[in-house]
Each structure stands twice: as structure tokens, then as C-alpha cells.
Antibody
């Protein structure tokens, strides 16, 4: 199982960013995909999840209104869009897979560094 | 949703056992058995060590064990080894069908 994410991004404050996550080695529509971020020198922060089967999403309250998670089943890729970026959004963003009902994120992407700077 | 509370650091000598606590509320740790633990070495991707409070994924050493009582979960590392030196995070299913991570614990092997 592998989750491959898109490359590093540098954005200006106020802009938006899109990070992609392409799983392989399992059926795309069978697993929840979660997004987690980690600011430099800080801990893990949960952002939300998408179930690729029906595209159902749920976001952590902190990010609600600013984050959108989508998927394209034709290319088995999930996306996380974050808008109105500030320097506080500078972080490594991870996607992670959860086998249904386990609550455990058993496979992670390599991470995507998003830097917000003017 | 506030982060779950973990001690900032825990240390032990090789061969010893250590326990990391993870304190939440009745809305997260106390409400489900969906508690997991992750190990993260510096500059590396987190790795799942425990899920469903006490289950180990295939390939994870049986020196790692998890438990829960009321609103507190715990991760115990037995027979501490140098390679166990890392950051550890708990995670629990929380309100509104989301998840919340702990504040993280740095484990040092003396």
C-alpha cells in the first residue's frame, strides 16, 4: 500500500493551496482518507476525512469553511484544498488511510510541505 | 475540540518499561474504543502502533501495548530499546465524527 502526495508548494498569504493524494495497492473506494497536518516543530493536527465511495466529507471544526476535500474516482485521487492561507498554515500536510471502523490510520502519504510566505 | 493531554516527555533506561498517558474527556477517549497511537521519528512519517485501544497492526512489536480506563488511554513500551526513542501521539474519535490528536510525548532512552 502506498499513498503518493503532490510536491511542495509555496503560497502567498490569502491564497489557496491544493494537495493531492493518490493511493495504490488497495481499492480506492473502500477506505476512508484522512488529512492531518504538522507545523514545524509542532504536533499532529487533525483536519478531516473523505470517504471516496460517495465523496462524503467531515471536517474538524477549526477548518470548517476553509477546507474542502474532494476526490476523482476516475483517477483514484483525493484532494485537499485550503483557502485564505496565513503563515500559521505553514506545515507538512499528510493524507492517511483508515480501514473502516478501526479508527487507526495504517498507511500515510510522504507528506507535502506547504509554505505560506510573502 | 481541544487536543488530548499527554506528558511532554518520558524517559527510561534500556530494558525498562514506560507508560505514556493520554487524557481526554467523555466526548472522545471515554466515548469510543477508537483510540490509536502513532510513533514518529524525526523527519519521518507517523507510524500506527496501536488501534482500537489495544490492537497491534501486523509487524508492530508486542513490546507495545495499549489500554484505556474511563477518559484516559495509555501506551506501554516494555523492554525499552534505543530504536523506541521517538515522539508518540495518541488519537481518539471525537465529537461530530472527527478525530483529535494528543499533544505528543517525546520518549528518551537514557
Amino acid at each position: 500500500v502506498q499513498l503518493v502526495q503532490s510536491g511542495a508548494e509555496v503560497k502567498n498569504p490569502g491564497a489557496s493551496v491544493r494537495v493531492s493524494c493518490t493511493p495504490s495497492g488497495h481499492t480506492f473506494t473502500d477506505y476512508y482518507l484522512h488529512w492531518v497536518r504538522q507545523a514545524p516543530g509542532h504536533g499532529l493536527e487533525y483536519m478531516g476525512w473523505i470517504h471516496p465511495n460517495r465523496g462524503v466529507t467531515n471536517y474538524a471544526q477549526k477548518f470548517s469553511g476553509r477546507v474542502t476535500m474532494t476526490r476523482d474516482t476516475s483517477i483514484t485521487t483525493a484532494y485537499m484544498d485550503l483557502s485564505r492561507l496565513t503563515s500559521d498554515d505553514t506545515a507538512v500536510y499528510y493524507c492517511a488511510r483508515e480501514p473502516p471502523g478501526t479508527g487507526g490510520f495504517d498507511s500515510w502519504g510522504q507528506g507535502t510541505l506547504v509554505t505560506v510566505s510573502s | 475540540q481541544s487536543a488530548l493531554t499527554q506528558p511532554a516527555s518520558v524517559s527510561g533506561s534500556p530494558g525498562q518499561s514506560i507508560t505514556i498517558s493520554c487524557t481526554g474527556t467523555s466526548s472522545d477517549v471515554g466515548s469510543h474504543n477508537l483510540v490509536s497511537w502513532y510513533q514518529q521519528h524525526p523527519g519521518k512519517v507517523p507510524q500506527l502502533m496501536i488501534f482500537d485501544v489495544s490492537k497491534r497492526p501486523s509487524g508492530v512489536s508486542d513490546r507495545f501495548s495499549g489500554s484505556k480506563s474511563a477518559n484516559m488511554a495509555s501506551l506501554t513500551i516494555s523492554g525499552l530499546q534505543a530504536e523506541d526513542e521517538a515522539d508518540y501521539y495518541c488519537c481518539a474519535h471525537a465529537g461530530r465524527d472527527t478525530y483529535v490528536f494528543g499533544t505528543g510525548t517525546k520518549v528518551t532512552v537514557l
